[in-house]
């Protein structure tokens, strides 16, 4: 049983998709993270116009 699981390690040492994914996820988060920010400061930037509007007429 302990060389299965050695030979298991080792396996899974050598697999380098689980690395690859884990980046595509860091990235993924990453341009999300962007994006949200990004609408989020827009979406301010718009309700203040729209009350400096409101609060002219």
């Not at 998709?17 to 962007?34: G, K, M, N, P, Q």
């Amino acid at each position: 049983m302990l060389v299965s699981l050695w030979a298991e390690m080792q396996r899974l040492r050598q697999d380098r998709r689980a690395v690859t994914s884990i980046e595509y996820v860091l990235i993924a988060s990453l341009v999300a993270t962007v994006i949200i920010d990004g609408a989020t400061n827009i979406g301010n930037g718009l309700g203040a116009a729209f009350s400096d509007i409101a609060r002219g007429l």
